[in-house]
């Protein structure tokens, strides 16, 4: 009997639960080929693999794009792009930082005071050029 608070889920599966699942496959000994794996377990994975394909086939594009991006390894090498991209703009900006005269020199700036800086400086250089 369960309590209220309690579901079907956390019970232990019983003897008779996996004997039906694997009742149509050999017990240990069963049909096995080559490698050792028995064929009713390939037939089963065959037969997943179908119906992912076919589940697949009426999704529209942007829902497989979806269900792809889902995925714990496209979110590993997005995050690792996303990483790569961050620190290549930080650099771009302790590049352009150097080239700006500030006092002090060593004074940090935020990325907008770097950018403001450096539109005030290379127009100072236009009017430098220009007199």
């Known amino acids: ?27 240990a000994g069963g049909p096995e080929d080559a490698s050792g794996v028995g064929l009713c377990a390939q037939s089963r994975v065959a ?16 829902e497989r794009r979806r269900r792809r991006r889902a995925t714990a390894k496209y979110r590993t090498a997005h995050a690792t792009r996303e990483r790569i991209r ?7 900006f302790a590049e352009l930082r150097k080239l700006l005269p500030t006092l002090p020199p060593d004074k940090k700036l935020s990325k907008i005071e770097i950018l403001r800086l ?9 009017h430098v050029l220009d007199v």
Do not use: W
């Open 47 to 62: 037969e997943a693999g179908e119906a992912v394909k076919k589940d697949l086939q009426h999704l529209s594009r942007e």
């Open 1 to 27: 009997m369960l309590n209220s608070d309690q579901t079907d889920i956390d019970l232990p599966p019983t003897h008779s639960e996996s004997e039906s699942v694997f009742s149509d496959c050999g017990r």
């Open 86 to 92: 961050v620190e290549a703009f930080n650099m771009a």
């Open 118 to 126: 450096a539109i005030c400086y290379i127009s100072y250089l236009n």
